[in-house]
């Protein structure tokens, strides 16, 4: 499951300058855990954000755990 998460996170050099975002839309990872260290609960970003989804937010936090190792 973690894997199939994880394939959530996309990096193409023509979306946000190749920074990692959620399946190839327009939203960088870092812009959603700014928006959950703003304070922003999931239901709160899912609902301001329509075309994510639950499991978005969970592979964004699973990428930024990767990230340390």
Same mark, same amino acid.
């Not at 327009?26 to 304070?39: A, D, I, K, T």
């Not at 922003?40 to 978005?56: F, Q, R």
């Given at each position: 499951?973690?894997?199939?998460? +994880? ?5 193409? &050099? ?5 920074? &990692?975002? @959620? ?7 870092? #812009?959603? +855990? ?11 970003? +899912? ?9 978005? @937010?969970?592979?964004?936090? +699973? #990428? ?6």
């Amino acid at each position: 499951m973690e894997k199939d998460l +994880l394939q959530r996170i996309t990096h193409n &050099p023509e979306i946000c300058h190749g920074k &990692p975002c @959620i399946r190839g839309l327009r939203y960088p990872v870092e #812009f959603v +855990l700014e928006l959950l260290s703003s304070g922003m609960t999931t239901e709160e970003i +899912l609902a301001d954000y329509n075309d994510l989804e639950s499991d978005d @937010i969970i592979a964004v936090l +699973l #990428f930024a755990a990767h990230l340390d190792r």
